[in-house]
């Protein structure tokens, strides 16, 4: 029965920035174990709906389930109960600065008062070493990091508390094509190994052909286009073929210049 | 018309802002009272706050100390009242000079610290990072933070301020103005009331809650990039600075005035 209701389920989702809307009225529901990729143009709202169901953000409307659970309105325990459910890789890594590595990736299970410092930081060597890093890395400062190994790190403190959804917000942004790839790889071995529903924003069609079971297309505060990976090519939306092709001819371009 | 308008405008930005603040503090303030606590964050500011600013702190009282002891000397010998001088450096220094100056100086290296810090980390969403890892910012970075500096201006800071600021004026008053020193010393003590250290202490406490408050608010409120880190650090010193100045004067009235 549980795997009937959607691990996240959103309905009718509103956020607006004074006259700006941002979503206006979104629909998505993202089952348990599945990885959907949200694509979408820069400002089109793919960031913002992360950030209202982290709870970063407070909607102007709509519904948020967790596990069927209503997010909008619960208390701050509540919420944060809902919350150690979840391991976020943020675009710039958001890593503390004033933290050794080891300490950046335990910050979850000291957090939540689950280990002691010693075990803390021998499971952020064993997740360090998960993301291909070395146990040497893990006392030094962030800031002494390329931003692959940045990226590496922010991926090793997402999974660190084995939660049980992941986000991905643009995790492959800035890097080369090679350290994208490698990250893409990583992203999906570690979904598997802790067993994650993930949910991923991009502009990357490469990270989507990668990571994705399912994708969905935000455009005009809306989802215009929702289906798996492999369908993405057929969808018959111009809106679609524009931005995974990256061409500056369509519908896309032409609302912008419009505007 | 316009004039009133614009008017109007200002004081309901004032009233809004004063508001927000107040609201930010009482939040820290619940905050310190509820668990968890973080006792290392704690330690962390109080070292960073108290120990690290006490070389700026202490240079800074001594020479002021000094160039007081030598102004009161050569206004005083104007109507042959030299003798006065220990009193008037020590009570110079303890009622006013030692917490303002100490006020002044750690809001100028603490306020703006802790705007700088707290501004990037909200510019690159490390303070959105500690929410999805199950910790509120205000008990992780402000609480600790308010609290440290409320305790180590007047535990540490103010203290040594008075301290130094009176032994400048002794250094000078001993070695170039022709003082005994026992005198000098029993003048200082004689003189010296528990009010006056009582009042030194409740301003270094509100000083302490103004420097932290101001830059932990401008800090965290920051928006946009680098440029805006750099209005918050800038805003965080100056409304500091104004506090510092402004309470001074209401706290001197509530212990001094006749």
Request: proline content about 4%; hydrophobic content about 45%; aromatic content about 8%.
């Amino acid at each position: 029965m549980s795997d009937l209701i959607p691990k996240i389920s959103l309905k009718g989702l509103n956020k607006s920035f004074g006259d700006k809307v941002v979503l206006d009225s979104v629909d998505l529901d993202v089952m348990t174990g599945e990885s959907m990729v949200i694509i979408g143009g820069s400002g089109s709202g793919k960031s913002v709906t992360l950030k209202c169901i982290l709870g970063l953000l407070e909607p102007d409307g709509g519904s948020i389930k967790i596990d069927g659970k209503e997010m909008i309105g619960i208390s701050d325990t509540e919420r944060k109960e809902i919350l150690s459910k979840f391991g976020m890789l943020f675009q710039g890594g958001a890593l503390f600065d004033s933290l050794p590595v080891w300490e950046n990736v335990a910050f979850g299970l000291l957090a939540q008062r689950l280990h002691n410092r010693a075990d803390a930081k021998e499971i952020a060597i064993e997740k360090l070493r998960r993301v291909g890093l070395s146990p040497d890395v893990a006392i030094l400062n962030p800031a002494e990091l390329s931003g692959g190994m940045q990226k590496r790190v922010g991926l090793a403190r997402a999974i660190a508390a084995n939660p049980e959804i992941i986000f991905f917000d643009e995790p492959t942004t800035g890097l080369d094509p090679i350290m994208s790839d490698v990250i893409n790889e990583l992203i999906v071995e570690c979904v598997k190994d802790v067993g994650a529903t993930a949910v991923t924003i991009t502009h990357d069609m490469s990270s989507v052909r990668k990571i994705a079971d399912n994708v969905a297309m935000i455009y005009h505060s809306n989802i215009i286009w929702t289906g798996p990976k492999d369908k993405i090519d057929q969808s018959g939306s111009d809106y679609i073929d524009q931005f995974i092709n990256g061409k500056a001819e369509g519908p896309i371009k032409m609302e912008i210049l419009k505007g | 018309m316009n004039f009133l308008a614009v008017i109007g405008r200002v004081v309901i930005s004032f009233l809004r802002a004063a508001g927000r603040i107040g609201l930010f503090a009482v939040n820290a303030f619940t905050h310190m009272v509820r668990p968890p606590y973080y006792p290392r964050e704690l330690l962390k500011q109080m070292l960073h706050i108290g120990y690290y600013s006490l070389p700026v702190v202490g240079l800074t009282t001594l020479f002021t100390g000094a160039a007081l002891a030598v102004n009161i000397f050569e206004g005083s010998s104007r109507f042959n009242a030299e003798s006065t001088l220990p009193t008037i450096v020590v009570i110079g220094i303890v009622r006013e000079l030692g917490p303002t100056l100490c006020g002044l100086i750690v809001a100028g290296r603490v306020s703006a610290s802790m705007a700088a810090e707290l501004g990037t980390m909200r510019v690159t969403e490390q303070i959105d990072a500690l929410h999805t890892l199950s910790t509120d910012p205000f008990k992780y970075l402000i609480a600790p933070r308010i609290l440290a500096t409320i305790i180590m201006m007047p535990l540490m800071l103010v203290i040594v301020a008075d301290t130094i600021g009176v032994l400048g004026g002794y250094l000078i008053a001993t070695s170039k103005l022709g003082f005994n020193s026992g005198n000098y010393m029993k003048s200082t003590i004689d003189f010296l009331e528990a009010i006056d250290v009582m009042a030194s202490l409740t301003k270094a406490c509100v000083f302490g809650f103004f420097i932290s408050l101001m830059g932990c608010y401008h800090g965290f409120n920051t928006r946009g990039g680098a440029q805006g880190v750099g209005i918050s650090t800038t805003n965080a010193v100056v409304s500091a600075c104004i506090m510092i100045l402004l309470s001074n004067y209401v706290v001197t009235e509530m212990f001094f005035s006749s």
